[in-house]
């Protein structure tokens, strides 16, 4: 598994869960320098456990020792990053197709690679050619692998997957990639077999899918505020058609994290690149980004027009609960642009803080706990949903605060509740 991070790590501890033999390369020293002390770099539930149970059993082990990795491997994954490539918005392959190169070189028997990494359609194609230049000796395979983790339920998502994704080209790298996942036949997970292409396609449409989702919900919200109906009936009242499905109808500040922004801006490259622009997404990409930068603003009116010289208590920073991840989190415009207006910042995130710290402005306070945030506040605002939050008890929070503004961008909390509680309260598309 060439990349230890959040993909690698998750995908490496759990083929090793599965009875693999996994080696896992990261060139981050210090990230690997932790690995092999025991420590797990991120924040993901259950994964500690599962990563010290595999390296006991032998089953798993770190490294930065590409050639000890890759000999004698049946399947040597790619799970390097590939952000938006500063500029343009394509995905930037430097990391994928240097650790190809890294690994043709050192290769001493055929073998098949694949890639875990997202993808744009096409790059396994240019991996065959990279490897075909280095390696002509080599009969290696290249396959796609995408993988549909989601962050804070890694663990579950792999081990009981909705299906299994598999471009293949041959029959060599097809009985290679069965064998590995076929553990999860035994639990009846769908593996579906396509062509490089069509996986590589798979990955950014359903993720294009899923943010159109919550890009549609979202914009509902806005029209649910002008028109004195309820977000939540409505996303009820069509989630449960069959044909739409409840998930992923949850208003809110606009989606963040590591893949969905990304991948929707690569999406419309791509297809811009192949004469097939998809006007769907781009509106996807720009209604997105028009809202998370909208939210302060709707903190600042909620606040009276000026949040000059007040406290304004954020509960909440990472892009989503149960994950340290603060990768376009939607907090970083809101906090970023109450900072620039004045406001004092008191904020509190159960794991986000320490991923937080480097990309949120230096005067932010952190606090230990959401009350601890609340204290002498003028405004609250909510940003994730982490569970802890729901349970507070609103009269204790309005004990805390100095004002009586909660603006509510998860939609946590019971508006009447609120209101009884002496707030001025405000949230997504309800009444
Ligand atoms: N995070 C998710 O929830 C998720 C879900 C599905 C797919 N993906 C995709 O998986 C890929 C990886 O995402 P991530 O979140 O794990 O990224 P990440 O940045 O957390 O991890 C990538 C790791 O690879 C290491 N690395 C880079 N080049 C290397 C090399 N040549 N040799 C060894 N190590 C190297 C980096 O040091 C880093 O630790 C991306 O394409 C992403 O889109 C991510």
Redesign the pocket.
């Known amino acids: 598994m060439?990349?230890?991070?959040?993909?690698?790590?998750?995908s490496g501890a759990c083929f090793a869960e599965l009875g693999h033999d996994v080696a896992v390369?990261?060139?981050?020293a210090a990230?690997l320098a932790s690995l092999r002390a025991g420590q797990i770099?991120?924040f993901e539930p259950g994964l500690d456990t599962l990563v010290a149970s595999n390296v006991r059993a032998g089953r798993l082990r770190f490294g930065?020792d590409?050639a000890g990795a890759v000999a004698g491997a049946e399947a040597v994954f790619i799970?390097?990053?590939?952000?938006t490539r500063r500029g343009d918005g394509h995905?930037d392959l430097s990391?994928?197709f240097?650790?190809v190169e890294?690994v043709a070189r050192v290769l001493t028997a055929p073998t098949v690679i694949v890639t875990?990494?997202?993808?744009p359609v096409g790059t396994g194609r240019r991996i065959r050619e990279i490897l075909t230049s280095v390696r002509p000796d080599l009969d290696v395979d290249v396959a796609s692998n995408?993988?549909?983790?989601?962050?804070g339920s890694?663990i579950g998502d792999f081990m009981r997957p909705d299906r299994v994704v598999i471009g293949v080209e041959s029959e060599r790298a097809r009985e290679v990639l069965r064998q590995l996942y076929r553990p999860l036949y035994l639990i009846e997970a769908p593996i579906l077999f396509t062509s490089l292409e069509t996986a590589e396609l798979i990955?950014y449409a359903a993720?294009s899918f899923l943010a159109m989702k919550v890009t549609f919900i979202n914009e509902m919200a806005d029209i649910c505020e002008r028109t004195g109906a309820d977000v939540h009936d409505v996303a009820r009242g069509i989630g449960l058609d069959g044909r739409i499905g409840k998930k992923f109808l949850h208003p809110g500040p606009g989606f963040g994290?590591?893949?969905f922004p990304?991948?929707t801006l690569a999406m419309v490259r791509i297809a811009q690149d192949h004469g097939a622009p998809s006007r769907l997404i781009e509106a996807v990409v720009a209604v997105n980004d028009a809202r998370k930068a909208s939210m302060a603003a709707r903190v600042i009116a909620a606040a009276g027009g000026n949040v000059r010289g007040k406290t304004v208590a954020v509960l909440g920073l990472t892009f989503k609960p149960e994950t340290d991840?603060m990768?376009d989190a939607p907090s970083i415009p809101v906090v970023g642009r109450l900072v620039e207006d004045g406001a004092v910042v008191r904020a509190y995130d159960p794991e986000g803080e320490g991923q937080a710290r480097p990309v949120l402005p230096d005067s932010v306070i952190y606090c230990r706990d959401a009350l601890d945030a609340a204290q002498g506040a003028d405004v609250l605002v909510v940003i994730t949903e982490w569970n802890e939050f729901r349970a507070i008890d609103p009269a204790r929070l309005r004990e805390a605060m100095a004002g009586d503004v909660v603006v509510d961008l998860r939609n946590l909390y019971e508006p009447a509740a609120m209101r009884a509680a002496g707030f001025r309260y405000s949230s997504i598309g309800r009444p």
């Open positions: 060439i990349g230890g991070g959040y993909v690698g790590l998750v390369v990261e060139a981050d990230k770099p991120i930065d590409i799970a390097v990053g590939t952000p995905a990391f994928v240097a650790a890294q875990k990494s997202t993808v995408p993988e549909f983790l989601r962050e890694a990955k993720n994290g590591s893949c990304k991948d991840d990768r």
